[in-house]
């Protein structure tokens, strides 16, 4: 029983979400391979070697891998799932990307968002946007899994695993990348911040959004996350969406303000340590969820606590 | 060129759901049920893109229990051509739907299949790119921009850190984010004239499909509950007890 993780890397580092699928693999029993796909990715493979806990790293190197297209790194995945019981993505829009496309093609079902690994068959995912918790057996030759990177611990480092260069497949053809626009952040990573200061539609304006904002995400080291509607309004980038259907976070702290606390938002923050609420209203959901609720004015409560820290 | 877009029933959004005493499920009997919203998003694209012009005719396929001919009858209202409903009364899983679309697929040859990019009940966001891979078509998820052109989809899509966009070849599966549009509202004549429309009505067997589902839930139940939490009279004492007492900043 041998556990393939497949790695979420920028070429150069690996993305924090891969040492908390690594973990997860762990979790599973038997040992934990580590792919890295990618094009001049040799960097991502030397830090992949390095967590501890992985006996090997596999490392497929070609242009076609670059862009990281979903037909071409499944194609790669499925090259080496032989080999594998388990097969684990973490659970990012990447993960959640590729994941279905190689559990489709081993005819096996997937398991997506895996807060918890009961036994290597038996697994514990959030299902009604968290409102309830399924225990679900796979009874499939391969288990293929997407792991919700905030139900595990990063795994640490201090492992040496040697890296094996495997033949990279062919490119499959039909998708091209043409683009991308990245959200330009000084920022600690929303996922993997300790604390989190977040924004609703209360704000009223993008421009209000960090003005009263950042000074606070400045003076804790946050990062800056908004709810759905702030976003839909445009007062913040999509990327900051917390929730069902955005990211889903657990820091240390979690600040909401001017948030009501909608079902699809409490989904994607309810696991966070303390939780704080500013609102005006003292009705708002928010504060059924919240250790410590402040009801006031946010224009005049957020600046205030800034002065105070 | 057609487009096939997949329709599910779910428990409408609005809903708080009670998990069963019994630990077998969430209580969906006597539950207001709607069009999964994402879904919605896909037909209204679909239909958009008929009034483009790059779709001549858009399918809507629902697969589940007989009620889900009122989600289809939805999609007509919003302005779907016709529909189709694979019934059936198991439990499906997202292999088994997309198998049933693939299916489905073969038959009507679309040349773009639009699917939400996850139904709110299972959450799994899983039954498009299964059937682009069973299918062996290229994939564009969590798509928030779609342009038709030579052959081909250009789709923006909403990745972590921003946005990425991907042409892929059609035929194509494409699965819908949020941002992609705002549905309509379907207006009475619309409904009056959906209930016109056509709707067949096929079996999995019909289309040699086998929907036993691959997972079995051992057991449901509630997220664990959070302590009551207090309220602060002023800043001084949130900044005081985050400080002292939860000792997190």
């Given at each position: 029983m041998t556990t393939l993780v497949i790695a979420e890397h920028d070429h150069g580092s690996l993305k924090g979400a891969t040492l908390n699928t690594v973990t997860a693999a762990l979790q599973c029993g038997g040992e934990v391979h580590v792919l890295v796909a990618g094009h001049q990715a040799a960097a991502a493979a030397q830090a992949a070697a390095q967590i501890a806990g992985v006996t090997k790293v596999l490392h497929a190197d070609a242009p076609q891998l670059a862009e990281q297209l979903a037909e071409n790194v499944a194609a790669q995945v499925l090259a080496l799932a032989?080999?594998?019981s388990h097969l684990l993505f973490p659970a990012t829009a990447h993960g959640k990307n590729v994941a279905p496309r190689v559990a489709a093609l081993l005819d096996v079902a997937q398991v997506s968002d895996?807060?918890?690994?009961?036994?290597p068959d038996t697994f514990e995912r959030p299902i009604y946007a968290g409102n309830a918790i399924a225990v679900v057996q796979s009874s499939d030759k391969v288990k293929v899994l997407t792991v919700r990177t905030t139900g595990f611990d990063a795994a640490g480092a201090g492992g040496s695993a040697p890296v094996e260069s495997v033949a990279p497949v062919a490119d499959g053809g039909s998708s091209r990348f043409v683009g991308r626009e990245v959200t330009k952040s000084d920022r600690p990573e929303l996922t993997a911040a300790k604390i989190i200061v977040s924004g609703g539609r209360?704000?009223?304006?993008s421009d209000k959004f960090n003005e009263v904002l950042t000074p606070l995400a400045d003076k804790l080291g946050a990062a800056l996350g908004a709810s759905r509607a702030a976003v839909d309004a445009g007062y913040a980038p999509n990327d900051w969406q917390v929730g069902q259907t955005g990211k889903i976070v657990a820091p240390s702290l979690y600040i909401a303000a001017g948030i009501s606390g909608a079902i699809q938002h409490l989904a994607g923050m309810k696991d966070s340590k303390v939780i704080v609420a500013i609102n005006k209203d003292p009705e708002a959901p928010i504060f059924s969820v919240a250790d410590y609720g402040l009801e006031a004015d946010l224009f005049e409560a957020v600046p205030e606590l800034v002065r105070q820290l | 060129m057609k487009a096939l877009v997949a329709v599910k029933r779910v428990v409408d959004y609005n809903v708080k759901v009670r998990v069963k005493s019994d630990g077998?499920?969430?209580?969906?009997?006597?539950v207001k049920m709607s069009m999964n919203p994402f879904d919605e998003i896909a037909v209204e694209e679909a239909v958009r893109l008929k009034e483009k012009g790059a779709v001549s005719e858009v399918i809507a396929v629902s697969c589940g229990v007989t009620q889900c001919q009122e989600t289809l009858r939805t999609a007509m209202a919003i302005g779907a051509d016709r529909a189709i409903l694979v019934e059936c009364t198991e439990e499906l899983q997202p292999l088994a739907v997309a198998k049933l679309l693939k299916a489905l697929a073969d038959k009507e040859q679309p040349q773009l299949v639009i699917l939400g990019k996850q139904a709110i009940d299972d959450d799994c966001n899983q039954t498009g790119q299964m059937l682009a891979a069973l299918a062996g078509w290229p994939q564009a998820t969590f798509a928030s921009k779609v342009e038709i052109a030579d052959g081909r989809a250009q789709v923006t899509r909403e990745v972590d850190g921003g946005l990425e966009t991907v042409s892929v070849a059609l035929p194509a599966v494409v699965t819908t984010d949020l941002r992609l549009n705002e549905p309509r509202y379907v207006t009475l004549p619309n409904i009056m004239k959906a209930k016109k429309k056509t709707l067949e009505v096929v079996k999995p067997a019909d289309l040699g499909v086998d929907v036993t589902p691959r997972l079995k839930t051992l057991k449901v139940s509630e997220p664990p509950k959070r302590g009551a939490g207090i309220k602060v009279p002023d800043v001084a004492t949130l900044v005081a007890k985050l400080k002292t007492e939860a000792k997190v900043i």
């Open positions: 032989g080999a594998y895996v807060t918890r690994v009961d036994s209360a704000l009223g304006s | 077998t499920g969430v209580d969906t009997a006597n």
